[in-house]
């Protein structure tokens, strides 16, 4: 995909660069041999060089210039690098009326969002150069533009508006193979997740003749790929594994090394599932000491709950066991890496580091105000020294020190109104930073180590005990969950059917580790609920959990129950939640003898709180004690997209 993204912006990239002057020039290429390199602070040094000299040069030059380093940046995988250099750019190209420079800086800066996985910011910049091009009628932008559109949606799971905007480009396009290759294999990526294998195969075949005109060696490899996933969906393996290994093989030519692992991956299933069990191990190995180049976190949970299934079904348990605990470590990896970055999307989410901008900014015009105040006060000092001495030019003092106290009533009022709004943006960044701390916890105490750690010690018990069965079952429900809770914590919202989807997972999971011993039924009108919207992701997870955990979980007679229902409005949906449990009096007496909180609750309401300042009244949650259990109705908003 970044190679993809590269070819869009390199012509543009070429003709600034070529315009540079040599000085400049000389700076930056030395910065880039550096970053080739991986030489980051000797590459930063040579890129300062080239921007202070050329700060007496006009805006254009040096927006430019930050681009064009951000764009290396990019290149070299150093993405938060990147986007400071092109906001930087961003900036200066906004007063200018060279609308093309701006086009290609909101491109390429939504080519580092989409790599770090911030599509709501990825799909504003995309659009914005979309309307750009229109603009300036420059038609091959505008295809790459709904291309780039399309893969968004696509990354959302959005795949049917994904499809209409590759659909534009195809409409579009004629002559520009490259592109028409780059979308047809995108548009195969989206038909196969809908699962209409055929259409997505046609697209593919497609991908693969313009591919072979242009003779681009990753794209074939691409479109060989899906094609091979396209045929393990279709359980064709023997034609799965011939287009696999011709993706190997287009791959292995230029070098791409993560396009070869994920071909080996996939072709070590085809292996398995032909009974072609020693090629299969062969590749294990090679996969096995290739991982650590892999970006994808999906493909590695894929990988290793796939050869735990597979060891289980040759009644292997003891590498069964290690892939267990390889899983175990690779969600550990998982969860640091989500901890360490979640706090940081969030505050830029909610334009943090804007609101950090103009505080400074009033706070250096309150210091500035504040010395204008001391000079005045010396001033007021002087003159009435001056006064009791000098009678004959005491008048013209007095009329002066009247002039400098209004001047000083003036300036306080400004200062007052400056305190008030820099208590004002105080108050913000608070908000900002509690919001960001409470859906940080939310998502960690979602997917937290204890519940990482006991749902795969389930799996490793069963392993031990012979029950593959139900490890097998187990491990599938709890890698589909814990990839699930990935994609949704890095988006703003979602639709209301992956939410039901998210939720039906959970509890389906917590029912096979309790041994079925409750039964559960979550009820809507499927047609009202599919042409809806998006809402928050993962809200309502916290009040299942309570209702199983502290409501289900303690009953001891009679049958468990819990019931879902799901009612979209106009503008919020309403969740009611039931359960048959010992009732929130008794949970809270239980909780107190063995010292139990519901962090998932408190955390929510806190997140509820900071969102009900966007939200209105969209959001709220009642509490209803019944003879036998508890009800809880939550009201939730629709988010638009």
């Known amino acids: 995909m970044k190679i993809i993204f590269t070819l869009i912006t390199f012509l543009c990239l070429f003709h600034a660069f070529a315009n540079m002057q040599p000085k400049f020039k000389k700076e930056i290429d030395k910065g880039i041999a550096h ?66 420079i701006k086009m290609e800086i909101a491109n390429q800066i939504g080519v580092v969002n989409y790599s770090l996985r911030n599509f709501p910011e990825a799909l504003k910049q995309y659009k914005y150069c979309l309307e750009l091009a229109f603009e300036y009628d420059d038609f091959v932008q505008i295809a790459y533009s709904y291309n780039n559109i399309g893969l968004i949606f696509m990354e959302t799971k959005d795949y049917t508006k994904a499809i209409e905007y590759f659909n534009n480009v195809i409409e579009t396009t004629k002559d520009n193979y490259s592109l028409l290759s780059i979308v047809h294999n995108n548009m195969g990526i989206a038909l196969y997740h809908t699962k209409v294998y055929s259409e997505a195969l046609v697209h593919l075949d497609l991908s693969q003749s313009y591919s072979l005109k242009t003779e681009e060696q990753t794209m074939l490899g691409n479109s060989y790929m899906n094609k091979g996933l396209c045929y393990i969906s279709l359980d064709e393996f023997e034609k799965a594994q011939l287009n696999l290994e011709k993706a190997l093989e287009f791959y292995s030519k230029v070098h791409d090394y993560q396009g070869e692992l994920l071909s080996k991956v996939n072709l070590s299933k085809t292996n398995f599932e032909l009974n072609q069990t020693e090629k299969g191990k062969q590749l294990e190995t090679e996969i096995n000491e290739q991982l650590a180049i892999i970006e994808n976190q999906d493909i590695i949970t894929d990988f290793y709950t796939y050869m735990m299934e597979s060891y289980l079904d040759l009644g292997d348990s003891t590498i069964a066991l290690e892939y267990s605990l390889k899983l175990i470590d690779h969600g550990k990896t998982v969860l640091k890496s989500l901890e360490d970055n979640t706090l940081h999307k969030l505050k830029n989410d909610v334009s943090f580091t804007s609101v950090t901008g103009e505080l400074n900014k009033v706070q250096d015009e309150k210091q500035e105000i504040e010395l204008i105040n001391e000079q005045l006060k010396s001033s007021n000092q002087l003159i009435i020294t001056l006064s009791s001495v000098l009678i004959l030019v005491g008048l013209f003092f007095i009329i002066y020190m009247i002039l400098s106290v209004r001047k000083t009533r003036k300036i306080n009022k400004k200062l007052k109104e400056n305190q008030a709004e820099l208590t004002e943006k105080n108050r913000e960044i608070l908000n900002s930073v509690s919001y960001a701390n409470s859906m940080e916890k939310l998502l960690l105490q979602q997917m937290n180590p204890h519940f990482l750690f006991n749902a795969l010690t389930t799996v490793e018990a069963s392993i031990r005990l012979g029950d593959t069965k ?95 229902h799901i009612e979209p409005h106009d503008e919020f949906i309403l969740w009611t939640i039931v359960d048959n449990g010992v009732g929130r009096k008794k949970s809270q007496e239980i909780n107190r003898t063995h010292k139990g909180i519901s962090h998932g609750i408190k ?28 009800k809880v109705i939550l009201k939730t908003p629709i988010i638009e997209v």
């Open 603 to 630: 955390i929510t309401r806190d997140r509820i709180n900071w969102m009900e300042k966007i939200y209105g009244n969209h959001f709220s949650i009642e509490y209803h004690d019944l003879d036998e259990g508890t």
């Open 35 to 100: 970053l080739k390199n991986e030489q980051l602070d000797s590459a930063e040094y040579f890129f300062q060089n080239a921007v202070l000299l050329s700060e007496n040069e006009d805006s254009l030059e040096r927006s430019e210039i930050y681009y064009l380093i951000g764009f290396f940046y990019d290149c070299h995988f150093h993405h938060n690098k990147a986007l400071t250099y092109l906001e930087k750019a961003n900036l200066l190209a906004s007063n200018l009326k060279n609308g093309r």
């Open 470 to 564: 139900f490890a097998n079952e187990y491990i599938s429900m709890f890698s589909s969950l814990l990839r699930k809770t990935l994609d949704y914590s890095m988006l703003e919202s979602i639709s209301l059917l992956d939410e039901i989807d998210f939720l039906t997972s959970y509890i389906k999971l917590n029912a096979t580790k309790q041994g079925n011993s409750f039964s559960y039924n979550l009820s809507y009108d499927y047609e009202q609920v599919a042409d809806f919207v998006n809402t928050p992701p993962m809200l309502v997870q916290p009040f299942v959990e309570n209702a199983l955990i502290h409501g289900l979980y303690h009953k001891t007679d009679g049958n468990k129950r819990l019931e879902i």
